[in-house]
């Protein structure tokens, strides 16, 4: 089955800190790894992806990690400030022939002054 | 802006009444998908459509029905609303790149759902 499994499901840290939020697939189909970011009211938006040949990406304060042997990939997020609050998903797509995603649950992420 | 535009943002039906949600892009984007959002389930895909005249069910299309009208417009319409179909809908597009490219789905601000 195609399934993305995330955690936490919420996560509370103080602003300067570092919230990872993790994700584990299971299929080996899956060849791209995209992260969104949705603020309460507005839909997803992408902030940040990765290909299973490099392990880590950088973005400004976003980080990929990837361990293609262990099947996941985690969102690291440096000096974190209380804008960064919002719900975050991963996903995975699969070298299906097809564009289509399977998002993770969403990690509700709030970062307190 | 350039974008994905749903319309209506809020609906209130009552249970049996059908409805449908409309989705249009003008990025020029194949691929269109319906998701919807409910909590603590992330975003569970409907229905896609990889190109214009072609559709697909996704993970949960029970009780829903699309329409691709033209490579900009992607409809989705409930025939019989249930209360289990109270959610936030999301309508997106894609661009369809190949492998080495990075691409990433452009979401529409939703369309908040409830069934009474």
């Known amino acids: 089955q195609q399934q993305v499994k995330q955690s936490p499901q919420s996560l509370i840290v103080q602003k300067g800190g570092i919230p990872i939020i993790n994700c584990a697939y299971e299929?080996?189909?899956?060849?791209?790894f995209p992260w969104y970011q949705q603020f309460p009211g507005k839909g997803p938006a992408l902030l940040i992806a990765?290909?299973?040949?490099?392990s880590e990406k950088k973005e400004g304060r976003f980080t990929i990690s990837f361990n293609k042997s262990a099947k996941q990939f985690s969102l690291h997020i440096m000096d974190s400030q209380p804008g960064d609050s919002a719900t975050y998903f991963c996903?995975?797509?699969?070298?299906?022939?097809?564009?289509?995603?399977?998002f993770g649950t969403g990690t509700r992420l709030t970062i307190i002054p | 802006n350039a974008g994905v535009t749903q319309t209506p943002k809020f609906q209130v039906l009552k249970t049996g009444q059908s409805m449908t949600l409309q989705c249009a892009q003008d990025m020029n984007h194949n691929s269109m998908y319906w998701y919807r959002q409910d909590p603590g389930m992330g975003l569970r895909l409907i229905y896609y459509s990889a190109s214009e005249g072609t559709t697909d069910k996704g993970e949960v299309p029970n009780g829903y029905n699309v329409s691709r009208l033209n490579k900009r417009e992607f409809s989705l319409r409930l025939e019989s609303a249930a209360p289990s179909q109270t959610s936030v809908y999301f309508c997106?597009?894609?661009?369809?790149?190949?492998?080495?490219?990075?691409?990433?789905?452009?979401f529409g601000s939703g369309t908040r759902l409830t069934v009474v």
């Open positions: 299929n080996t189909a899956f060849d791209y």
């Open positions: 997106a597009s894609s661009d369809v790149q190949g492998p080495s490219m990075v691409y990433g789905y452009t």
């Open positions: 996903a995975a797509r699969g070298n299906f022939g097809n564009e289509k995603l399977t």
């Open positions: 990765i290909r299973p040949d490099v």
